[in-house]
């Protein structure tokens, strides 16, 4: 049993994460090299727990109960009693490796040693300890409190014990949670780039504006938001990032390449809602073109994205990345896709997305649309992902 939780880096992610350790019942113990960062998140982290407070979600002796089991420190000494240590800090592979190397001169063997990262691998950052068997990759979701998701990731060097523990824990903490293979983008950050992608490749085309695949996308398929909304919202500078970096670790699969429009619109820093512009007008939402609700098109620019997303969740199970079912609920409670992907093409029938991305595929020429080789087995055999 696990007492008490040491966090690393007070940030957007690590915060979130101390919050629902202390939530939890567990001692936390959360560090940050900057004071003021670190003043910061007790800031934010009051105004969040007196709101909860005021909905109604937690009464005030709790609040002061969760509040007082969080330590905030400088000192990383602080984390001598942890039994699992979270690190959230910067995404850069030197500095990981500097906590973590500090990290096991100050922790008793015993304890677990996780990193939240969304794009470095978790046996580049293991490589860096000494009892590499007790690192893991425990992949939270912003906003951490909110997003029921956690995707595990276990590596090469990691023991069956370190991965057992952090998946009893994380899933006690109320967490969905998913195991996956230590791959680029894990599951989430890989099968969802077609929904981004394959958008701003129909837009390149000229076969519909922004406007109208965000409808296609809303309206017609029952996804949240559309692919440029969303962009937007994330930012095209870190959407762009992300993408180039799965691309790069994925060494230039063309499946991943990334598009020119994205980069131009974060190269002029039309970042989305926070720099005001993005595919769409913030300040003067009267400048933005309205959709062309046509449905047949709709349709098939819906179709069109969602078989390259099935294709994708199919090339995640393929290649063992992780189950049939952990796919699913990866897309559906970590990006809140209205299905899970491999149920998806279940309905629509497999030899139907498999005929939409051959005639792609043979269209095209491009390896991008290339059916994936356990599509085409299920079809000939006749099988489905869920009987
Ligand atoms: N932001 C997201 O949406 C998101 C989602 C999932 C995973 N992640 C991953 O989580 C990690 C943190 O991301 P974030 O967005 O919270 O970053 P952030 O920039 O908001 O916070 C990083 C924090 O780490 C602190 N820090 C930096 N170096 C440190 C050191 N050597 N010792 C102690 N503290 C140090 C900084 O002071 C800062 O407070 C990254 O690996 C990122 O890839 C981010």
């Known amino acids: 049993m696990i007492e008490t939780i040491g966090v690393v880096g007070s940030g957007t992610m690590g915060i979130g994460i101390a919050q629902i350790a202390a939530q939890n019942k567990h001692q936390v113990v959360l560090h940050d090299h900057s004071e003021k960062q670190l003043s910061k998140a007790k800031e934010g982290l009051d105004k969040i727990m007196k709101r909860l407070v005021e909905k109604g979600r937690i009464t005030e002796s709790e ?13 990383m000494g602080d984390l001598w009693p942890c039994g699992l240590v979270i690190e959230a800090i910067v995404e850069d592979i030197t500095i990981k490796h500097e906590v973590f190397k500090k990290l096991e001169d100050i922790v008793s063997d015993h304890c677990i040693l996780a990193s939240n990262t969304s794009s470095l691998s978790i046996a580049s950052i293991g490589a860096a300890l000494n009892k590499s068997e007790r690192i893991i990759g425990i992949h939270f979701f912003n906003p951490a409190p909110l997003m029921p998701l956690v995707e595990i990731i276990p590596s090469i060097q990691s023991s069956k014990s370190t991965s057992d523990s952090a998946k009893e824990l994380i899933t006690s903490w109320g967490k969905t949670v998913v195991m996956c293979k230590d791959t680029p983008g894990f599951i989430v950050n890989r099968v969802a780039r077609p929904f981004y992608g394959e958008a701003l490749r129909i837009y390149e085309e000229g076969i519909a504006d922004f406007a109208t695949i965000d409808w296609a996308l809303k309206e017609l398929g029952g996804f949240r938001m559309g692919p440029f909304t969303l962009m937007d919202y994330i930012g095209n500078d870190i959407n762009f990032a992300v993408t180039e970096s799965v691309f790069k670790a994925f060494f230039y699969d063309p499946r991943f390449k990334p598009s020119f429009t994205q980069k131009r619109y974060s190269e002029a820093g039309f970042y989305g809602r926070k720099s005001g512009r993005g595919y769409y007008h913030y300040e003067n939402e009267e400048l933005n073109s309205k959709a062309n609700k046509d449905k047949v098109l709709g349709q098939s620019i819906l179709d069109r994205i969602v078989c390259l997303l099935i294709n994708e969740a199919i090339d995640a199970v393929f290649m063992d990345v992780a189950t049939t079912k952990d796919v699913d609920l990866a897309m559906t409670k970590g990006v809140n896709y209205p299905k899970g992907l491999l149920q998806w093409g279940d309905e629509i ?6 005929k939409r991305l051959q005639d792609l595929f043979d269209y095209y020429g491009e390896d991008r649309y290339r059916p994936n080789p356990l599509l085409r087995r299920m079809v000939a055999e006749k099988k489905k992902f869920y009987s």
């Open 63 to 75: 609040r002061k109960v969760i509040n007082s089991r969080i330590l905030f420190t400088t000192n």
């Open 349 to 354: 029938g497999l030899e139907v997305v498999l």
